[in-house]
Every structure is written in structure tokens, then in C-alpha cells.
T-cell receptor, first 112, second 111 residues
Framework: DAEITQSPRHKITETGRQVTLACHQT?????MFWYRQDLGHGLRLIHY???????NKGEVSDGYSVSRSNTEDLPLTLESAASSQTSVYFC???????????FGSGTRLTVV | GDSVTQMEGPVTLSEEAFLTINCTYT??????LFWYVQYPGEGLQLLLK?????DKGSNKGFEATYRKETTSFHLEKGSVQVSDSAVYFC??????????FGKGTRLSVIA
């Protein structure tokens, strides 16, 4: 069965370290998205991609980057982790613009 | 920009009670509207959707009707169960922009 997988599920890192969160989907979806979930804020968009080599900034992109070298993967990199980036991160994908998304199970990141 | 406002939680109900979670939106154009559900420790799952005015989305006993005149998409269920305890998110898609979410409403159903 097709799926969308995030790894790791949990990570603890130190302030200032570079961290990469993985997102891999086997749906063959063109569109992929990263959101963060924080209490009182719901889900906020970090970055998204509508195809290979395409990346776009979302509402809360400062301190994060993504790259899209193939259809299946959209890794999220925190260039220099900060305590404000402690959050739960969700990756999602969709077949076409305007369609509902399929979400991964999330990565809980703690920056100490 | 586009936005979604949903009622603050938490909402606590007894089993078999009627559920309403209010959702209103602001958008240019004609958005598609969604309800997602998040069970504890899991990602979000699509619960239902509606793509045009007066459409009714339904799934698992939940319903929501796309009301353009009141810019609303309220979620309802006639008789909730303990297993419905989760966080519910209202969201919209408009044009080429990604999903915009409300802040979520936590529902707790007690036996």
C-alpha cells in the first residue's frame, strides 16, 4: 500500500545543531508540504513543493529549508536549531492542487 | 489572506450527546472546505470535505454543509461516542495556495 513516512518519530537535539527531518511518500504525489503543530496555533505551513526542483516558503519558513530532488522525498532542514523550533512536524502530500492531503504520523522535535 | 476560525476547545460531552463544532472562513474566490481529525499520537486524517456552496460532506456519522451566505462549515454529529475523542481541524483550499487550518478543537467524550 502507498504511504507517507516520516523519520525519526522523536528527536532531541541541542541548540545550534543542524537537523534534518525526513519525509518519504510512495503515492507518486507531485505536491508535498511541511507543517508544524503548536498548542494554540494549530498547523502552520513551513515550506511546500509542487514538483521536482520546486520549493516555496510558507507562513513560518525562517530558520528552515527544503529541497526537492525527486518525487518521493521532501526533507526539512533546520539550519541552526533553536528552542522556539521545539514542535511536532507533519509532512503531507497531495495528488493535485485543490485536493485533500495525506499526512504522515509526525516527528516530535525537542531542542534543548 | 485566507483564514479559518473555529471554536475554542476543549469540548467535553457525554456519550450519545449532539456535537456541533463551529467553523467560519475568510477567502477570496470559492474555496474547498475540509474537516480533518487527529487521534492521540497520530497524524491528521481527512474526515469530510465539500467543494462548492450547499454541498454536504459526510463520513462516520459526521456532517458539514458548505454555507456560502454565512461563510461557515460547521461540523455536526447526532450521537458521539468515546472513540470520537480527538482534535478536529477545519481547513480550506483556495486557488493554488496550500491548505489553511484553523487552530483545532479538542473533543473529549466521556462514558
Amino acid at each position: 500500500d502507498a504511504e507517507i513516512t516520516q523519520s525519526p518519530r522523536h528527536k532531541i537535539t541541542e541548540t545550534g545543531r543542524q537537523v534534518t527531518l525526513a519525509c518519504h511518500q510512495t503515492w507518486n504525489h507531485n505536491n508535498m508540504f511541511w507543517y508544524r503543530q503548536d498548542l494554540g496555533h494549530g498547523l502552520r505551513l513551513i515550506h511546500y513543493s509542487y514538483g521536482v526542483q520546486d520549493t516555496n516558503k510558507g507562513e513560518v519558513s525562517d530558520g528552515y529549508s527544503v529541497s526537492r530532488s525527486n518525487t518521493e522525498d521532501l526533507p526539512l532542514t533546520l539550519e541552526s536549531a533553536a528552542s522556539s523550533q521545539t514542535s511536532v512536524y507533519f509532512c503531507a502530500s497531495s495528488d493535485r492542487v485543490g485536493y485533500g492531503y495525506t499526512f504522515g504520523s509526525g516527528t516530535r522535535l525537542t531542542v534543548v | 489572506g485566507d483564514s479559518v476560525t473555529q471554536m475554542e476547545g476543549p469540548v467535553t460531552l457525554s456519550e450519545e450527546a449532539f456535537l456541533t463544532i463551529n467553523c467560519t472562513y475568510t477567502a477570496t474566490g470559492y474555496p474547498s472546505l475540509f474537516w480533518y481529525v487527529q487521534y492521540p499520537g497520530e497524524g491528521l486524517q481527512l474526515l469530510l470535505k465539500a467543494t462548492k456552496a450547499d454541498d454536504k460532506g459526510s463520513n462516520k456519522g459526521f456532517e458539514a454543509t458548505y454555507r456560502k451566505e454565512t461563510t461557515s462549515f460547521h461540523l455536526e454529529k447526532g450521537s458521539v461516542q468515546v472513540s470520537d475523542s480527538a482534535v478536529y481541524f477545519c481547513a480550506l483550499l483556495s486557488g493554488n495556495t496550500p491548505l489553511v487550518f484553523g487552530k483545532g478543537t479538542r473533543l473529549s467524550v466521556i462514558a
